[in-house]
């Protein structure tokens, strides 16, 4: 069994998906029980030595009064905790569509950081879609056209709960991995949506994504949520982690540590969550 220190360790979960609503039976999907699942979790990553907890997406399910609640809990966490919205998140009305991610406490929509000589990239994939918008914004516009493009193609990923990212953003994440990569910096790139293996949930026209990544050759892992079942991947020397959601099922919880070794990542699961050891 390999052993060693991890160069760092972080703490994961994904898609809470809290409202005060009614279970959802038919996806077990448990609105109200996931402050409770947050309140356990974060009482076990508490008692952890993390650089940080990363949520990723889909904190509430609807509803800005949804916000506050799920937000209170986080108050708790001794950890840095580094938000992100996932599609439920824009489901408020059209005047809060532009509070979300001010609401999260995001330095800006998709940035960067480095902790422990680890580049952590955030990239939002809500940029391009139909509910990060008004109707009326010229980016909701761009987005029913990408949507209607992949569905002549046949896509499997052509649903109007997913969404892509811009021109701009991937000229920016292709120059922070440029930097990264002369600073001999390995990355971690976190995001709501997957990108591989291929699935319904999956970003729209995600593969530039992971044919940047490949053409990079130092983005060790891609960590995101959407996919509640979750998924496990691997394409060119990326590792490709799909967490389970949390608001699935009435009392089972599900997050993870996730720990980075010169040679490999160890994911130690709790709940539903697999623990996986995947070699770099």
Partial sequence: MPSGKPLLR???LTDPQYADAEPWL???RHYRNSLDKLREAIVVLNGEDLAFVVTLGDLVDRGWESFDPVLSVYGSLRHESILMPGNHD???SPERLDDVRGKLGMPAAWHDFSRGGVRFVVVDGNEVSLFSTPDDHPRHAEAQNRLDA???AGAINAR???GGIGEEQFAWLSSVLERARAADEKVVV??????????EHNLWDGERLTELFEHSGNVIAYLNGHNHAGNLGRHGSTWYVNFRGMVDTERQNTFAVVELHADRIEIVGHGREE????PL
């Fill in 10 to 12: 972080f703490g994961v």
């Fill in 26 to 28: 038919e996806m077990d």
């Fill in 90 to 92: 824009f489901l408020v």
């Fill in 150 to 152: 992949l569905v002549a």
């Fill in 160 to 162: 109007e709960w997913n």
């Fill in 190 to 199: 976190m995001g709501h949506y997957p990108l591989h293996p291929e699935n």
């Fill in 275 to 278: 623990s996986r050891t995947l």
